[in-house]
Nanobody, 123 residues
């Protein structure tokens, strides 16, 4: 069982930057595609970004394209967020599944979820 632990959340002013980290407890993590999803109050969980097992391919949600960047190294995954907006306020979840492309299509392809970390961008 892969356990995922997110960190790095907090409050940041609009236009600022923040980097989220996700640490996996098992080395089998390297066999998984990894993704970040987010959930704002009263809204459905939304795909943010995913990355392939090798790290060579990435996918992004339309609302974060050109502002966010996903990367991975060994048992860690990172989400660099720039030009943050109030609408980016949400709980951000790290997730692992079979392929990065499948994670981009649907959260039903997620095998393991982290507990989430709050990101707040005041308006």
């Amino acid at each position: 069982q892969v356990r995922l632990v997110e960190s790095g959340g907090g409050e940041v002013q609009a236009g600022g930057s923040l980097t989220l980290s996700c640490a996996a407890t098992e080395l089998s993590f390297i066999r998984y595609g990894v993704a970040w999803f987010r959930e704002a109050p009263g809204k459905e969980r939304e795909f943010v970004a995913s990355i392939s097992r090798s790290g060579d391919s990435t996918w992004y949600g339309d609302s974060v394209k050109d502002r966010f960047s996903i990367s991975r190294a060994r048992h860690m995954t990172f989400l660099q967020m720039t030009m943050l907006k109030p609408e980016d306020t949400a709980v951000y979840y790290c997730a692992a599944g079979g392929r990065g492309a499948d994670l981009a299509r649907s959260s039903s392809n997620v095998d393991h979820w982290g507990r989430g970390t709050q990101v707040t961008v005041p308006s």
